[in-house]
């Protein structure tokens, strides 16, 4: 989605609604660039008022709910508070894990630095659980599964650095911010090195699949946002040369 739009609305009803944004769009007011576009005041021109119930980061590509009124709202944050809400995101990382499954609760501390990172902090950090499962290894890369049951601020970016694998491109916390190219992968690319575009150059992280109870009818709802184009790409790419499919992992 850059070239691609700026979300698209995954469903709405007269209660909540569930979008899908691109990566480099900010959910709400961005402290450090106040006049940067946010995507609740442009999907308010589509859906009327929203209210927030939970964020996710900028650079983050992928699922955002939000309530269409205070009743709502107040139940969702409710039952975000209550960690009654499943979040699922898919990252690509650097590395091939030796688990298949890992529980990682580092404490972490905000804003902790002049680039305004989260570190580890285990004397006054805040609980912070992430549980990883591993979808695959493909080349120098695998797909994990991340599910944050807190909410910090960039905790799964964190999280998984901290592990040893840190997240594709991730401009912050990786120990390469360099893009993806179809030519690294592929021994027979014979393209032109000068024309070629990077099959991703942004932060390899998706926030995939929502579960959670309808405020209104109280039924059990999923949600699942389809991998933006960049991302999908390369999925595709690195399926042709490895047969790893994270996407085979779910009932889509």
Sequence with gaps: MSAQKDFTIIYADDTLAVLNKRSGLAVAADRYDPDAPRLDMLAQTQLGNLFAVHRIDKDTSGLVLY????AAQKSLCTAFENRAVQKTYHALVYGHPLWNTLHTDFPLTADADARHRTIVNRKSGKPSVTNFKCLGNCG?????????????????RVHSAQNGFPIVCDPLYGASQKPVRLSELKRSWRGNPFEERPLLSRLALHAFRLE???????????????YPKDLEALRKQLFKLYKIDPLAHYEL
């Design 212 to 226: 959670f109870k309808h405020p209104k009818t109280e039924k059990a709802t999923v949600f699942y946002a389809p």
């Design 140 to 156: 120098p890369f695998s797909w994990l599964e991340a599910q944050p049951v807190t909410g910090r601020t960039h905790q799964i």
């Design 67 to 70: 309530a269409r009124t205070e």
